[in-house]
């Protein structure tokens, strides 16, 4: 599952208690055809050569190259009529050091790395000039303060010296706390005149800048940099009236390419059902992993070595079944636990006629049935024709819990904010989610045979439905973190690499929605604050509270439009 959402936001998007490590309740059935293939997969995609299947990796490309020969063997249609069943798309992949990073105050160097280091939102960019303090660079009309009165007005090229701190910096609740975020205060100096920026920290409550450079920011027109504890003694002792700034900055962007795997089976007729999963998983670990070892390959045989099989095998009942009122398109996605990157590049992709796709199955996670037979499926709010659920029966499944939002930290998501209805099979979270201990000797192969036998009920009385209306369920969304406390009420488009935070779609009956903002809209304004990118537009909501008004402006098509909110 996505990374991008803790454990806590699974529950809040879902609904869904976390259970227990539970292995395999019946015992293996070694005639089994389907059972057989089911751990053949997982045996192969969750073994240590493939290194945890990061995307974009040598393990990624094992995997989809095994998930090809799969769907070959099956017979299925390339998707793009061509030699291979291949739809790449490009992703960020962060930041390194270049060769040309310096600071010196008055000739004396400081140490990158030790002393202080760029920060993301840099150019890259030389300074030579003089440095100017200017307090915490805050203009807080609201609090009758202001670091750029009188002799801070102009900064004329100068180097701005910006205590990351505020006024109370003992006061975790401070007023000034809207004021806290970085491109507000660089966007400020760099408006007062500013020719370079150099930020450092004077207390504990201080969030520092982000030095992995894991989340792709905007880069603005002068260099950055971030002084550490060490550094800021060492320019602290200086005179900085006259002293001398040389500085050079230079972060080179990271791109690399991942990896849809997709198939399908035409059989000519007017709709398509898109049946998917992801394949790829944290590697070694990184941000994503609740792993506090070690670094340690995280093979990811629940998550999600067990949707992908579950994927294929449904692809080879469909190639052998007389269900030919629909189309199939069977995806294996990349990118899903950097942020539902492979489905979001997918439903954008110009082959994609969401007008033609009639409904969405989505595997995350399905091979950990526990103990209680408790199978999830979250999003049937999204059609009322998912009602059938309720009356299918198999053995091995006792009781089905449903919830009824299409968001949530899976690939469906994608899908439901292209409205198409669109549901996710889940068998809960469990102690080895995102940990290297999600190894195969723990799947229920039992639980998945029985979640493919529901799942071949579900998809061959869907046969006889026809087209699925759609429906826009009550969302709880990711702008809702606890950080927060109001939210538009839209899913950000995390993909997006532009200037300004593009919105992936809208929740029903929330503050967007009402004011009129639409999916596709992009936020480049929320009152007086600049949206740049996903950091700006958080900090920029982090300034309001329940019942403020606002201007909204947005980016529609080129359009710019200014739209009236109240936050609920």
Not at 17 to 33: E, L, M, N, P, Y
Not at 373 to 394: A, E, F, H, P, R
Not at 441 to 461: D, H
Not at 509 to 525: F, H, M, R, S, W
């Amino acid at each position: 599952m996505k990374l991008k959402f803790s454990l806590f936001l699974i529950s809040l998007f879902c609904g869904i208690a976390i259970v227990g490590q539970c292995q395999s309740t019946v015992k293996f059935d070694s005639t089994d055809v389907v059972l057989n293939q089911f751990k053949e997969h997982i045996v192969y995609l969750a073994d240590d050569k493939l290194r945890g299947r990061a995307t974009g990796s040598k393990g990624e490309q094992l995997a989809y190259e095994y998930i090809i020969n799969a769907f070959n063997e099956i017979g299925l249609d390339k998707i793009k009529g061509d030699t291979d069943f291949l739809l790449p798309f490009d992703f960020y992949k962060g930041m390194v050091l270049g060769m040309e990073n310096n600071l010196s105050i008055n000739n004396v160097a400081l140490t990158l790395g030790e002393d202080y280091y760029p920060v993301g939102q840099s150019a890259n960019q030389s300074y030579q000039g003089k440095i100017k303090e200017v307090g915490f660079g805050i203009d807080a009309p609201d609090l009758n303060y202001n670091d750029y009165q009188k002799k801070n007005k102009d900064l004329k090229r100068l180097a701005a010296l910006i205590d990351l701190s505020n006024p109370e910096p003992d006061n975790p609740h401070s007023a000034y706390a809207p004021y806290n975020g970085i491109n507000y205060r660089i966007e400020k100096a760099i408006e007062k005149g500013a020719g370079a920026i150099l930020f450092y920290s004077s207390n504990n409550f201080s969030q520092n800048p982000d030095k992995e450079y894991t989340i792709k920011v905007n880069r603005f027109s002068v260099p950055i940099v971030f002084l550490n504890a060490s550094g800021y003694r060492k320019i602290s002792g200086q005179k900085l009236k006259k002293a001398i700034v040389n500085l050079s900055v230079q972060l080179d962007e990271i791109n690399k390419t991942g990896h849809n795997v997709v198939a399908y089976i035409n059989n000519k007729a007017d709709q398509t059902v898109v049946i998917g999963g992801h394949y790829d998983h944290l590697g070694y670990g990184g941000s994503g992993s609740r792993y506090t070892g070690k670094t340690a390959i995280h093979n990811g045989a629940d998550d999600n070595a067990s949707g992908t099989a579950m994927v294929i095998e449904l692809a080879r009942w469909l190639k052998n079944s007389d269900l030919t009122n629909n189309n199939y398109m069977f995806v294996a996605f990349s990118g899903e636990e950097m942020g539902l990157y492979g489905s979001k590049s997918l439903v954008k992709h110009e082959g994609f006629k969401k007008e033609d796709m009639n409904y969405m199955l989505n595997y995350d996670m399905v091979g950990r049935l526990n103990k209680d037979s408790i199978l999830n499926i979250n999003g049937v709010g999204t059609s009322s024709k998912w009602n059938i659920i309720d009356s299918l029966m198999v053995d091995g499944i006792k009781e089905v819990v449903t919830t009824e939002s299409g968001m949530g930290p899976s690939d469906h998501a994608s899908f439901y904010m292209q409205d198409i209805p669109a549901i996710h099979f889940f068998t809960g979270a469990h102690n080895d989610y995102h940990k290297p201990s999600d190894d195969e000797e723990f799947i229920n192969y039992a639980g998945m045979r029985a979640i493919y036998n529901f799942t071949t009920k579900l998809i061959s009385q869907l046969n006889q439905v026809g087209e699925l209306d759609f429906k826009k369920t009550q969302d709880n969304n990711a702008a809702a973190a606890p950080k927060f406390t109001v939210t538009l009420g839209v899913m950000p488009d995390y993909v997006f690499s532009g200037k300004g935070m593009r919105i992936d779609g809208v929740s029903a009956g929330k503050t967007a929605e009402e004011a009129g903002i639409k999916n596709g809209d992009i936020v480049i304004k929320m009152g007086d604050f600049n949206v740049n990118d996903m950091m700006s537009y958080m900090e920029a909501l982090s300034k309001f509270k329940k019942g403020d008004q606002t201007v909204v402006t947005v980016n529609r098509e080129g359009e710019i439009l200014q739209i009236e909110v109240i936050f609920k």
